[in-house]
T-cell receptor
Framework: AQKVTQAQTEISVVEKEDVTLDCVYE???????LFWYKQPPSGELVFLIR??????QNEISGRYSWNFQKSTSSFNFTITASQVVDSAVYFC?????????????FGAGTRLFVKA | NAGVTQTPKFRVLKTGQSMTLLCAQD?????MYWYRQDPGMGLRLIHY???????AKGEVPDGYNVSRLKKQNFLLGLESAAPSQTSVYFC????????????????FGPGTRLTVT
């Protein structure tokens, strides 16, 4: 069965600190897709990144970086030099190819507070 | 290009009342989804649609019905609202995989906050 665990319910950091949001997933499928979404205080979810199971290359986009490790079933998200605008709830999600990708499972989310 | 829109934004219902939530997308997406978001539980899929005229059950379909009469619209209905349906409802849409290669990333609407008393 699919499962996504975000063990950190809330994280609070001071601006300019680095912060890592953890995501651990479970799946029996060999082909799957992992995602991170951001939900700012305005409420709308915004897509950040997608990773395919056959591509373990880490990715960096500005202050954001993602570390995908199949050996530990983890897809962690790091924000470098955090800013107040990074304050949001972040969701990790998993979609299995065998279900056609329709049944995306979301983690419970991690609420990040960045204080000035 | 408005993306995904939802109406209404807020609604208060009494137990037993019915209502319909409307989702519209202008990106010509094939797939559309309805989720509910509850504190500490992330998003859970209620129903989804892979094309005009087709719908399917998600993880938590009980108490809800959907229709996709037009490609751009996806309606979520509550026939007899219950307090357990108090939640924030999100609609989303996505490209079709084979044609776009975009691997199911979803575009979300702003949400509808529903309270059932």
């Amino acid at each position: 069965a699919q499962k996504v665990t975000q063990a950190q319910t809330e994280i609070s950091v001071v601006e300019k600190e680095d912060v890592t949001l953890d995501c651990v997933y479970e799946t029996r499928d060999t082909t799957y897709y992992l995602f991170w979404y951001k939900q700012p205080p305005s409420g709308e979810l915004v897509f950040l990144i997608r990773r395919n199971s056959f591509d373990e290359q880490n990715e960096i986009s500005g202050r954001y970086s993602w570390n995908f490790q199949k050996s530990t079933s983890s897809f962690n998200f790091t924000i470098t030099a955090s800013q107040v605008v990074d304050s949001a709830v972040y969701f990790c999600a998993l979609s299995e190819a065998r279900t056609g990708g329709f049944k995306t499972i979301f983690g419970a989310g991690t609420r990040l507070f960045v204080k000035a | 290009n408005a993306g995904v829109t939802q109406t209404p934004k807020f609604r208060v219902l009494k137990t037993g009342q019915s209502m319909t939530l409307l989702c519209a997308q202008d990106m010509n997406h094939e797939y559309m989804y309805w989720y509910r978001q509850d504190p500490g539980m992330g998003l859970r899929l209620i129903h989804y649609s892979v094309g005009e005229g087709t719908t399917a059950k998600g993880e938590v379909p009980d108490g809800y019905n959907v229709s996709r009469l037009k490609k751009q619209n996806f309606l979520l209905g509550l026939e007899s609202a219950a307090p357990s349906q108090t939640s924030v409802y999100f609609c989303a849409s996505s490209y079709e995989l084979v044609a776009s290669g975009r691997y199911y990333e979803q575009y979300f609407g702003p949400g509808t906050r529903l309270t059932v008393t």
